[in-house]
C-alpha cells in the first residue's frame, strides 16, 4: 500500500489556471455506490472458458488498480486546495468515494487469485508499490496528467466491456463479469474529474497528451507483465498457440481502447465530447432502483443480449 506519510508532490509548481471554466458533466451525479462483489472462495482465476490469455490479462489489470486507485486519490486529494469551484470539489469527492471502494474489491480479488495458483503476482505488486511511490515525488502537475490520461482510457474499456459484451463476457464467471463491467461503468460517470481537476490546475496541452501515454502505458505495462508471469507458471508463455492467442487478444485491445487515446491526445480534447454507451447510461438508471443494502445482481453470462441486471 501506499504511504500516507510519504512526502508531498512539488505543488507550488502549479497554481490554478485561471482560464478554467466548469462545464456541465453529462450526468447529474457522481453516485458512490455499494461495490461489494461476493467473489467464491475457490474462484477459479482461469474464468474466461475460451481464452486463458484473457483470464490472465484482465486478473493482470486487476493486479495493478490496487496500486494506481489509491495514488489517484491521494494525487487528486493533493489538488483540492487548487480548485476554486465547489461543483468539482463535489465531484472530486464523488471521484474519490468511487475510485476508494474499486480497489478494495479488486484487492479481495487479487488474493484471491494469488491464493488460488498465482503467488508469484506478489513480486509485481512490490514493484508496482515502488513504482507509485516513485511517481508520487514527480510534480503535481505530471501526476494530474497522468491521472486525466489514464482516465482518458477507461472510456475505450467501458465502450468495449459494453457494446461487446458477448464476445468478452459470455459464457464466462458471472462475479468477474459483472465486477468489470460495474467498474468501467462508474469509470464513465466520473470521466470528466481528473481531466476537469487538471485543466484547473495546468491545462498545459503538451503536459496532458504526454499523460494520455504515461498514465495509460504504465498501467497497460504492469498488467501484461502480470499476465506473462502467470501464464509461465502455467506453462504456456512461448507456445504457438499462445502467442497466437496473445496477438488476438492484443489485437481486440489495440482495436477497441486504441481510438479513445488518439481522441485523448487531440488538443481541445475534452471527455465531454464522447457519447456514452447506452448500456452504461441503461444501467446507470436502473441501478437508481435497487434498494440502498440491496448486492448488485450479476449479469447473465448465458444470455447472447447480456441484459441489465436489474
Ligand atoms: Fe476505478
Ligand atoms: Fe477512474
Known sequence: MLKESREPAMTEAVAPNPKYRYEPKPVDEIVVRAFNFDFPDDLDPKWAKNSVVRSHMFNGFSLTMPYLEPYLIQSTRQALPLIKDERLQEDIRGFCG?????????????????????????????????????????????????????????????????????????????????????????????????????????GRYLRRAIGVLHGSFHVLGY?????????????????????????????ALLWNVGPSLLRAMRPGHNPRCDEDPQWQKDWVKAHKHLAPDAPVPLLDTSDPDMPVPF
Request: charged share 25%; net charge neutral; hydrophobic share 35%.
Open 98 to 202: 468511487q475510485e476508494g471502494r474499486h480497489y478494495v474489491c479488486h484487492r479481495r480479488l487479487n488474493e484471491l487469485i494469488k491464493k488460488n495458483g498465482y503467488p508469484e503476482l506478489v513480486e509485481i505488486e512490490q514493484r508496482m508499490e515502488r513504482s507509485y511511490a516513485r511517481l508520487q515525488t514527480r510534480s503535481l502537475e505530471t501526476q494530474l496528467a497522468y491521472n486525466a490520461g489514464f482516465e482518458t482510457m477507461t472510456a475505450g474499456f467501458t465502450r468495449w466491456m459494453t457494446t461487446k459484451r458477448w464476445a468478452l463476457w459470455g459464457g464466462n464467471c458471472p462475479w468477474i463479469s459483472s465486477f468489470w463491467v460495474m467498474h468501467m461503468v462508474e469509470e464513465t460517470e466520473h470521466k470528466t474529474v481528473a481531466y476537469d481537476t487538471y485543466m484547473a490546475c495546468s
Open 223 to 251: 498488467g501484461l507483465i502480470a499476465m506473462r508471469e502467470a501464464l509461465r507458471k502455467d506453462g504456456l508463455w512461448g507456445q504457438p498457440g499462445t502467442m497466437l492467442e496473445l496477438a488476438r487478444e492484443m489485437g
